[in-house]
């Protein structure tokens, strides 16, 4: 019998809860998220990045700004246009890079071309993420959700450079989204500095490279461990999958060949990458 | 953290949130202060989420981060006379003024200091346990025992109702 603590108990259950509760937790839960990207990001580099968003809207003040000499001295990679996007639906960290030929010798034309193709490739991907996004948060709404409580879609376009030397660069152009699995985008340039052409598995490994390809996924699948070899599907033909093109780039004395989610198995494995050596 | 531990976090909130509303709102006495200390709390939670190494203890990992954002947002808005005696009461004591009623009594827990008033109010409202109660606010088990009887005693409260 504990009479008088049931009657405080109840005084504090009683406390009038504000119709606004709700929202303002939302809206909590919203900005933490935000903090913590952001805190993710709060290295030294990222800070430069964040200082350079605002200005790089043209590709000659981008490669003066940005003038960071990462493959040596022909050849830069630069950070072209870079911009984060926040709306209700989505918040989109893009980074879309170039490849800045101004000091290398001879017919650099081809630069102009891919930069061009990697800036519209990327900007429909993102585009498109946008578009999902918001069919997404559409379909949310009409089906009762609280649009308030709606944790908008990450959309993220980045690169990263694999590898450079005097007459290749490899690098890769990723978007990642995380409204679900299967959205990762990867577009893998492998490019001859000096013909702008972009490199194929058969460039690097010969007339046999499906077959070295082919050999060298599967040795490297038996040995996965078991947990992820039981995500594989059933039966897959990695020969067929490896002839119909796949993504690569180059390593120290190999190739790397990457497969996309879903093409080997269930999403859970998440991109996939074999070594493959350079005959 | 990985995201299904996010997701736990964002559902134990979102489930809890009027609770933690109460509990901000027994330290503020004001609904727009209260709201304050909810958000806030919030904002520090999923900021901070890598914090919580075990998803077995966030009812503790978190009322620790709402508790001292509460007692941060007392002491920030400089509101500080506590006592953790009541004050005695007016005219002829009688048998009656000396049993407190429920609302008096209710209010006499506003007078508690803050980390007394803690005690109380997790070991009374949110029925947690000596033990939790001293991981929340970080102190031996026996700094928050010796609150939880000056809290009682200040209140008159049978110490058996406490237990």
Aim: charged fraction near 30%.
């Amino acid at each position: 019998m504990r009479p008088m603590l049931d009657k405080l108990r109840k005084l504090y259950q009683e406390t009038p809860i504000p119709a606004e509760l709700d929202q303002v937790v939302d809206r909590a839960v919203r900005k933490g998220r935000r903090r913590r990207r952001w805190s993710y990001l709060a290295t030294p580099l990222a800070a430069a990045a964040a200082f350079i968003l605002v200005l790089n809207t043209s590709a000659t003040f981008a490669f003066a700004l940005y003038d960071i000499p990462v493959l040596g001295d022909l050849c830069r990679m630069v950070t072209f246009r870079e911009y984060r996007e926040e709306t209700d639906t989505f918040v989109a960290d893009v980074r879309i890079p170039a490849v800045d030929v101004s000091d290398l010798p001879g017919d650099t034309s081809w630069a102009d071309e891919m930069n061009e193709t990697i800036t519209q490739t990327m900007e429909a991907e993102v585009q498109e993420s946008m578009d999902r996004a918001q069919e997404y948060f559409d379909a949310y709404v009409a089906t009762g959700g609280d649009p308030e409580a709606f944790i908008p879609t990450l959309i993220q376009v980045d690169y990263e450079v694999k590898h450079s030397d005097d007459s290749i660069l490899s690098f890769v152009v990723y978007k990642l989204d995380t409204i679900a699995n299967g959205y990762q985008r990867a577009y893998y340039y492998n490019v001859d500095l000096r013909t702008g052409e972009n490199l194929t598995l058969k460039d690097f490994l010969g007339e046999d490279w499906v077959d070295l390809v082919t050999d060298a996924v599967e040795r490297q699948l038996e040995e996965l461990p078991e947990e992820k070899r039981q995500m594989l599907f059933e039966g897959i033909d990695v020969r067929e999958v490896v002839s119909e093109g796949v993504g690569f780039y180059l390593g120290e004395d190999q190739v790397v060949v990457v497969f996309e989610e879903y093409t080997l198995g269930a999403g859970a494995l998440g991109m996939l990458e074999f070594s493959v050596p350079m005959p | 953290m990985s995201r299904p531990n996010e997701e736990l976090l964002l559902s134990y909130i979102k489930e809890h949130q009027e609770q933690f509303y109460r509990l901000a709102y027994s330290y503020a006495k004001n609904s727009e202060d209260a709201l304050d200390i909810v958000q806030d709390a919030v904002v520090k939670a999923i900021e901070k989420q890598h914090t919580l190494r075990d998803p077995g203890t966030i009812r503790t990992w978190f009322y620790r981060i709402l508790v001292n954002t509460s007692i941060d947002t007392l002491r920030r808005r400089g509101r500080v006379y506590y006592t953790d005696a009541l004050p005695e009461p007016e005219g002829e004591p009688s048998q009656e003024s000396r049993v407190l009623d429920e609302v008096a009594l209710y209010a006499a827990i506003d007078r508690l200091s803050p980390d007394v008033r803690t005690v109380i109010l997790l070991r009374f409202f949110e029925d947690m346990k000596i033990s939790e109660i001293a991981d929340v606010t970080r102190t031996p088990l026996s700094t928050a025992k010796n609150r939880l009887y000056r809290g009682l005693a200040a209140l008159r409260l049978d110490l058996e109702e406490g237990m």
